[in-house]
């Protein structure tokens, strides 16, 4: 496992925390932005700006990724304030 990567997710934006991979973890850094997250198969093109339809919250304990083909994993920060994500792949 790689070391811990952190990555600043602004507004309304979807940024790239995880790529190519099949396991690891997402947790948010700051726990008042609301975040959202969602996958693409790697390869595949990233999700639109403003196009959360098949996202999900992103909980404050977050998440584990376990996938049985490679992903990328994007993070957006929806409301008022944005975030950041600490990544362990």
């Known amino acids: 496992m790689a070391d811990p990567v952190v ?8 940024v790239k925390v995880a790529t190519n991979v099949t396991t690891g973890s997402i ?4 726990k008042s932005a609301l975040y959202l ?4 198969a790697t390869g595949n093109p ?3 700006n403003g196009d959360y339809s098949d996202a999900k919250e992103l909980d404050y304990e977050g998440a584990i ?3 049985s083909a490679a ?3 994007y993070v957006a920060v929806y409301g008022s304030q944005a975030g950041s994500v600490r ?3």
């Open 65 to 67: 990724i376990q996938a």
């Open 46 to 48: 990233a999700p639109t």
């Open 27 to 30: 947790l948010p850094l700051d």
């Open 87 to 89: 990544a362990d792949l």
């Open 71 to 73: 992903i990328d994993v």
């Open 7 to 14: 990555t600043a997710i602004p507004l309304s934006t979807w």
């Open 37 to 40: 997250q969602t996958i693409r």
